[in-house]
């Protein structure tokens, strides 16, 4: 059976969960939301917090929403996220994207967002989402990629910052250029009827800068991938804080502009 090799770079530190309790259905998977109908059973695939997953289910009050994560515990979040907003047509297991343990034929819809950039197969992985959706069903995904992301003005420290990040997550096992990937990956899983499409996040204001350069600063320093980024010998402890200090300065730019681009997949399964 086929485990993951790859590992988590980001981890569930606060800094991290700061983005992830963020994103919503609105601003992370309005390209599936057109073919979302009430009565829909929903498989959120990566589901960490619960926020979007929680969206989800709100869309499809006589449907259902069952919402998987490898890490056990950041599902307490995503049910208290869920109880928050009183939703009852939600649920959450353990599961492995790879090795999924849903019957054939299961779901309506299966979603993954930012997940199949982190996963050691994501052929496979999609092989399993089609396996799990229901004839006419849908199979979405969502994943940023790194090497198309942009910023202004130019800075030295955020070139580090890029470099730095891709050489960690390619050392754990995924692929953080996964974007620009997914309709390959999708093809050769055996899905045909596919649309890609692309959006991107922006951060602009200087309130939009405080929050990302302050999350990616102190992500740097306290984070899973800050431990990962030393411990695999990528970069010294002195150079995660030149990293997070170049972040904040960045952040501190009247004029300052950042883009993250993100590819889409929706895949509709053959009858």
Known sequence: ???????????????VLRSHTWRTAANSAAYLLGSIRPHMKILDIGCGPGTITADLAALVPDGHVTGVDRA??????????????GLTNVGFAVADVHALQYPDDTFCVVHAHQVLQHVGDPVQALRE??????????IAARDGDYGAMTWYPASGGLDGWLDLYRRVARANGGEPD???RLRSWALRAGLRDITATSSTWTFATAEERAWWSGLWAD?????????????????????????????????????????VLHGEILCRKNV
């Open 72 to 85: 056990p515990e950041i599902l307490e979040q995503a049910r208290a996220t869920a109880a928050d907003r």
């Open 178 to 180: 996964a974007g620009r």
């Open 219 to 259: 992500r740097t320093l306290a984070s899973a991938y800050a431990d990962r980024a030393t411990e695999g010998g990528h970069a010294t402890t002195d150079g995660l804080r030149a990293v997070s200090d170049a972040w904040r300065e960045w952040g501190r730019q009247e004029d300052g502009w950042f883009s």
């Open 1 to 15: 059976m086929p485990k993951e090799t790859a590992v988590y770079t980001h981890g569930h530190h606060e800094s």
């Open 129 to 138: 989402m089609r396996r799990v959706t229901r004839p006419g069903g849908f």
